[in-house]
């Protein structure tokens, strides 16, 4: 039988988290690192203070890559891309309004829109090359946001935060290390860009869900 934590009891639409308001702390630590990555590389995009020693040892590790390791990370390329990434993130929001989950609903697509939109703005403002000086902006990687934010966000909708989580955390951070070094395996990141992009996603869907939740007591919302 089954270990019944504290409190145990079923899951209602907005329980994300047990501790909404420990949980927007960690979320806010999280940018702040991210905000703190983002001045190094902004000051130097071609040669960033206190990173880009590291982020050249790293390349000088993974590169050039095993055979399995690179046809590894060609497939978590598409596997992380948009056309994979987004139906997905579709089929998950539309799995929530069937199951008339709104304030989990609004909680994944805020967090999503979150992630995406500074993303975007990032990338061009940063205006880092991408280490293969391929003509795209390299800093924060998309794939690591996405993967981060899908992943913790699928462990905080689909599972209770009333019972253990330690399964699907742990699948989701193996998710996201894959994804984040295998943008680094081709060649197409950096490692400060898959940690920071990495950083970013898992900050979203875990910031974004805690004020939900937070929204929703406040307006006296039952559970």
């Known amino acids: 039988m089954a270990t019944r934590l504290p409190h145990d009891r079923a899951r209602a639409d907005g329980d994300l988290l047990r501790h909404p308001r420990r949980a927007l702390v960690a979320a806010g630590l999280l940018l702040a690192v991210v905000a703190a990555l ?5 000051v130097d995009p071609t040669s960033p203070p206190l990173l880009a020693r590291l982020d050249a040892w790293w390349r000088d590790v993974v590169l050039p890559p095993p055979a399995w390791a690179e046809a590894l990370s060609r497939a978590m390329k ?3 891309s948009g056309v994979v990434m987004v139906p997905l993130r579709l089929a998950v929001a539309l799995w929530l309004l069937v199951r008339r989950r709104r304030v989990d609903l609004a909680a994944w697509l805020l967090a999503w829109a979150a992630a995406d939109l500074l993303t975007v703005v990032l990338k ?16 924060p990687s998309a794939h690591a946001k996405t993967a981060a934010q899908v992943a913790v966000g699928l462990v905080l909708v689909a599972t209770s935060p009333w019972r253990s989580r330690a399964v699907p955390w742990a699948l989701a951070v193996l998710w996201i290390v894959a994804m984040a070094l295998s943008r ?5 990141h950096w ?33």
């Not at 680094?184 to 197409?188: A, I, R």
Request: hydrophobic share 55%; net charge neutral.
């Open 78 to 80: 598409v596997l992380g």
């Open 184 to 188: 680094t395996v081709l060649d197409e």
């Open 38 to 42: 983002t001045v190094l590389v902004a």
């Open 191 to 223: 490692l400060s860009d898959v940690v920071a992009g990495a950083l970013l996603g898992a900050a979203c869907a875990i910031g974004v869900s805690a004020i939900v939740q937070l929204r929703r007591r406040n307006l006296g919302a039952p559970g």
């Open 124 to 139: 061009p403002a940063i205006g880092r090359m991408r280490p293969d000086l391929a003509d795209a902006h390299s800093f």
